[in-house]
């Protein structure tokens, strides 16, 4: 008996370790396909040239929510590029994400105007609510918690972002009505 | 309560939307005409440099070359500036107007809407309003369109090579002057980049003659600016005042009855202490105007329960996360000045340091390759000179 199970579990976990595999495999290929119709699709309407670099990397962003270095390579060969180039490009802008992110991506004003009137509170009230610190994002991947320079709201401070949607005149009672809100989107 | 001892002015936001109207009008008159009647309004760049604006497009029409670009300057990212916000919601076929004008002075075809990344909620409304726009063009035979760029969360862009870079599809780095824009500006063509508000101002400056505009304000800073009021403020907003008023004339309008200090400028700008409210003024330097401080419009008061070391500390933090990087003096210097104002409040260095840090500023001011790390030194200086107690203790 004992020899027959033992002889049996290598075969279970070899075939498992094989389902996943490919499962990961397809997956990736899948992405890989997306990347780069989505690629294509933003050259076609923006053009080659790399005044358009700006352009085609905020579309990927938009729709993968980060720019993974997969897709600067993509990216990099569709425009004529070297991957360095557009990897320069894309680490210098602070929207630019080239880590995963959550589905909503939170920032929260930290300059000069909204620390006086109390963002640090505001960014306690989140943590709280989101059960994540500051550079986090949520195990369902729906929330990240970020902090950015002037939003231009200091006379309705605290404000933040949530992806494109400005929040102003915010307060804690404030913060968790709107973190609700957005736990009930899809 | 509000004083109102400064005159409010009303032609930016006000109501009125004849832009049609003022094509055609300003379409019959000679570029040069044009060209002239800007120079003599007065008008200066607002975004806080102050570059006389019809010198530009002079220079500009003047440049050879088979293209030519205007750009709008929209990435306001100063801390406490939110005017141009306000103007591209609720007024922007003026700055359309402006910029179309200056396309057919310049000959310009094209023109940009550099916005930045914070305002992207803006997008929709503003390119609703400008297919309307470009209907009007093709009513008055115009051959003009304008796109909207987005920024993404670079305060730098706001430097004028620095958008052109970044609208190059390189990273936001600054250039080296001269070329100045106007010859060698986005994608090497001559190029005419102007502030938001800048623009809204040519409107008037067209629609009613450049004297409405130059009667306002005082000698060498004429016109009218708007200011954005925040901080500690029972009235913070968007106002329209006249150029030339006094620090002091300000704070009896806007501040709390406690103001200890306003920033001027933002965190770029000068901090003014109570004690000198009567001797600063607001406007561009100026032989007749005495001391007068630049501003984009930034316009921050504190009162006496803000600690100025704080203050300080959150702007060199900025100014360390927003540095390209490109330069030593910038990079290497905004770091040192941090670090430095942090380890003489730990006691970790002396005093005395300070003077170190203040001479450090004086370097950076002198080979910073650009006015983000050149104008460190005017917080920095004018905060640890007037408030030097706070930095210590």
């Given at each position: 008996m004992f020899c027959i199970i033992k002889y049996h579990i290598p075969?279970?976990?070899?075939?498992?370790?094989?389902?996943?595999?490919?499962?990961?495999?397809?997956?990736?290929?899948?992405?890989?396909?997306?990347?780069?119709?989505?690629?294509?699709?933003?050259?076609?309407?923006?053009?080659?040239?790399?005044?358009?670099?700006?352009?085609?990397?905020?579309?990927?962003?938009?729709?993968?929510?980060?720019?993974?270095?997969?897709?600067?390579?993509?990216?990099?060969?569709?425009?004529?590029?070297?991957?360095?180039?557009?990897?320069?490009?894309?680490?210098?802008?602070?929207?630019?994400?080239?880590?995963?992110?959550?589905?909503?991506?939170?920032?929260?004003?930290?300059?000069?105007?909204?620390?006086?009137?109390?963002?640090?509170?505001?960014?306690?009230?989140?943590?709280?609510?989101?059960?994540?610190?500051?550079?986090?994002?949520?195990?369902?991947?729906?929330?990240?918690?970020?902090?950015?320079?002037?939003?231009?709201?200091?006379?309705?401070?605290?404000?933040?972002?949530?992806?494109d949607d400005i929040h102003v005149d915010l307060t804690i009672e404030k913060v968790h009505e709107i973190i609700a809100e957005y736990k009930q989107k899809s | 309560m509000v004083k109102n001892t400064l005159k409010r002015i009303d032609l930016i936001f006000k109501h009125e939307d004849d832009c049609k109207e003022i094509l055609q009008k300003t379409m019959q008159r000679s570029n040069e005409e044009l060209i002239n009647e800007l120079i003599g309004s007065g008008l200066k760049g607002r975004g806080g440099a102050g570059f006389p604006t019809g010198l530009k497009w002079k220079l500009t029409s003047e440049a050879e070359s088979d293209t030519k670009y205007i750009i709008c300057n929209a990435d306001e990212g100063e801390p406490g500036t939110f005017k141009d916000r306000e103007i591209l919601t609720r007024v922007s076929h003026k700055v359309f107007t402006g910029m179309a004008l200056c396309g057919r002075i310049i000959g310009a075809p094209v023109g940009y809407i550099y916005l930045r990344g914070e305002y992207k909620y803006l997008t929709g409304q503003l390119q609703e309003e400008l297919d309307k726009f470009h209907k009007i063009c093709d009513e008055v035979g115009l051959d003009f369109r304008i796109k909207i760029f987005m920024g993404y969360g670079a305060y730098i862009c706001g430097e004028e090579n620095s958008l052109f870079e970044s609208m190059e599809g390189k990273r936001g780095e600054p250039r080296n002057k001269p070329p100045y824009p106007t010859e060698h500006g986005y994608l090497g063509k001559p190029t005419v980049i102007n502030n938001v508000e800048t623009l809204a101002h040519t409107w008037t400056i067209f629609k009613y003659g450049a004297k409405k505009f130059r009667d306002l304000g005082v000698q060498d800073s004429r016109g009218s600016k708007l200011f954005s009021v925040s901080g500690d403020t029972p009235n913070p907003g968007i106002y329209e005042l006249e150029l030339g008023m006094t620090v002091e004339e300000f704070v009896e309008d806007f501040g709390d009855g406690d103001c200890k200090a306003v920033q001027v400028g933002g965190a770029s700008g000068f901090c003014v202490p109570r004690k000198k409210f009567r001797e600063i003024a607001i406007g561009y330097q100026g032989k007749l105007t005495g001391i007068s401080l630049p501003t984009g419009g930034s316009m921050m008061l504190f009162n006496s329960s803000r600690s100025m070391y704080n203050l300080l500390s959150n702007y060199l933090e900025f100014f360390t996360e927003e540095s390209c990087g490109q330069c030593t003096p910038c990079r290497v210097g905004t770091q040192q000045l941090l670090q430095g104002i942090r380890a003489v409040k730990r006691g970790e260095k002396q005093a005395a340091y300070l003077d170190k840090l203040l001479a450090l500023t004086e370097t950076m001011k002198s080979t910073a390759k650009c006015g983000l790390g050149q104008s460190v030194a005017n917080s920095f200086q004018s905060i640890v000179e007037n408030f030097r107690e706070e930095m210590i203790y």
């Open positions: 075969i279970l976990s070899e075939i498992q370790t094989i389902t996943v595999n490919q499962t990961q495999n397809n997956y990736k290929e899948a992405h890989m396909t997306i990347i780069q119709e989505r690629v294509k699709e933003l050259i076609a309407k923006y053009g080659k040239g790399r005044e358009n670099l700006l352009p085609v990397l905020q579309g990927v962003a938009e729709t993968e929510r980060y720019v993974s270095e997969y897709s600067m390579t993509v990216i990099a060969e569709a425009m004529g590029l070297s991957s360095a180039d557009v990897y320069g490009t894309a680490t210098f802008y602070s929207f630019m994400d080239t880590t995963p992110r959550g589905k909503y991506i939170i920032r929260v004003c930290k300059t000069i105007t909204c620390f006086m009137k109390g963002k640090n509170q505001i960014l306690l009230a989140l943590e709280e609510a989101l059960k994540i610190k500051l550079g986090e994002t949520t195990p369902d991947k729906k929330f990240t918690l970020l902090e950015t320079n002037c939003l231009g709201w200091c006379h309705k401070a605290p404000a933040m972002l949530i992806n | -």
